[in-house]
């Protein structure tokens, strides 16, 4: 059984810095995307970055500039960087991964920013 497992999430004033990590655990032969969704209540679920097993990054525009998105593949973790965070960055944060061409996502991580 695939699980992916998120930390980092918090409160954060505006202006600050948060660093989201994502870690794959169980039986895995490949990883091929990573990324970060964000959802707020009545809202769909977005995308905020991702990245391939070759390094291809992909941004929203709301987080470019801001925002990085780095894998460490032995370590089978993805990162998000969330620098100058706005309050409209407040969301609960997803990590999604396609392993082994199936599409598992993680729990969920609270993301607030507020003064």
């Known amino acids: 059984q695939v699980q992916l497992v998120e930390s980092g999430g918090g409160l954060v004033q505006p202006g600050g810095s948060l660093r989201l990590s994502c870690a794959a655990s169980g039986i895995i032969f490949s990883i091929s995307n990573m990324g970060w969704y964000r959802q707020t209540p009545g809202k769909a679920r977005d995308l905020v970055a991702s990245?391939?097993?070759?390094?291809?990054?992909t941004y929203a525009d709301s987080v470019k500039g801001r925002f990085t998105i780095s894998r460490d593949t032995a370590k089978k973790t993805v990162y998000l960087q969330m620098n100058s965070l706005k309050p409209e960055d407040t969301a609960v944060y997803y990590c999604?991964?396609?392993?082994?061409?199936?599409?598992?996502w993680g729990q969920g991580t609270q993301v607030t920013v507020s003064s």
């Open positions: 990245i391939t097993n070759t390094g291809y990054t």
């Open positions: 999604r991964a396609i392993v082994d061409s199936k599409l598992y």
